[in-house]
């Protein structure tokens, strides 16, 4: 079964410092995709950005960068010049491929705490 | 605003109660789907619509819990003769296809 797994429960950085944050994954299948989203307080799952498994190159949105190493199924995610707004709760997901549903599973998540 | 949304986004009933739970997808978005979120852990899905149609539900969907999408737009959700350990947040996501979901502001449900 797919599985996620994020080590670090929680993380400080200081502000304008990069900040990498791990996940693992476990997958047979050849084809699947990964996330990260950010959950800050409110509540709300904000999706970041997505790394398909056949994507050559690692994923980059704005601040954000995905460093995808597909042989040792890891997809961290890597933020550039840390921002105070970018305190929250972030999960790296994955999406089955072969669900009808395409359901997301997530890992247990990282809480990020940048200070000023 | 074009998100996701859902309502309410604070719910506090007492045990055994039943609650229902609204979510608006964004509107090209064919599928929806819920999941539920407990403290210190990520969210897990519950159940899946294509359109009108109910695709999929968890193991995690006791007879308690029952979904519909009636014209294939909003959804709810209700749970009948909550238990405590319902309390969670729900969360509502919508995609077009198999596309990145885009997830709306959750409801935090508390059974007391």
């Known amino acids: 079964a797919q599985k996620i797994t994020q080590t670090q429960p929680g993380m400080f950085v200081q502000e304008k410092e990069a900040v990498t944050l791990d996940c693992t994954y476990d997958?047979?299948?050849?084809?699947?995709?990964l996330f990260w989203y950010k959950q800050p307080s409110s509540g709300e799952m904000i999706f970041l950005i997505y790394?398909?498994?056949?994507?050559?190159q690692n994923a980059t949105e704005g601040r954000y960068s995905l460093n995808f190493q597909k042989a040792r199924k890891s997809a961290n995610l890597v933020i550039s010049a840390s921002q105070l707004g970018d305190s929250a709760m972030y999960f790296c997901?994955?999406?089955?491929?072969?669900?009808?549903?395409?359901?997301?599973?997530f890992g247990s998540g990282t809480r990020l705490s940048i200070r000023p | 605003d074009t998100g996701v949304s859902q309502d309410p986004r604070h719910k506090i009933t007492k045990r055994g109660q039943n609650v229902t739970f609204r979510c608006d997808p964004i509107?090209?978005?064919?599928?929806l789907y819920w999941y539920r979120q407990t403290l210190g852990q990520g969210p897990e899905f519950l159940t899946y619509?294509?359109?009108?149609?109910?695709?999929?539900k968890s193991r995690l969907l006791s007879d308690r819990f029952s979904a519909e999408r009636p014209k294939g737009s909003f959804s709810t959700l209700e749970i009948q003769r909550t238990e405590q350990g319902d309390s969670a947040m729900y969360l509502c996501?919508?995609?077009?296809?198999?596309?990145?979901?885009?997830f709306g502001p959750g409801t935090r449900l508390t059974v007391t």
């Open positions: 996501a919508s995609s077009f296809q198999a596309y990145e979901q885009y």
């Open positions: 619509f294509q359109n009108e149609a109910q695709l999929e």
């Open positions: 997901a994955m999406r089955e491929p072969y669900s009808s549903a395409s359901k997301i599973i």
């Open positions: 509107s090209e978005h064919n599928r």
């Open positions: 997958t047979s299948d050849q084809s699947y995709g």
């Open positions: 790394q398909g498994s056949y994507d050559e």
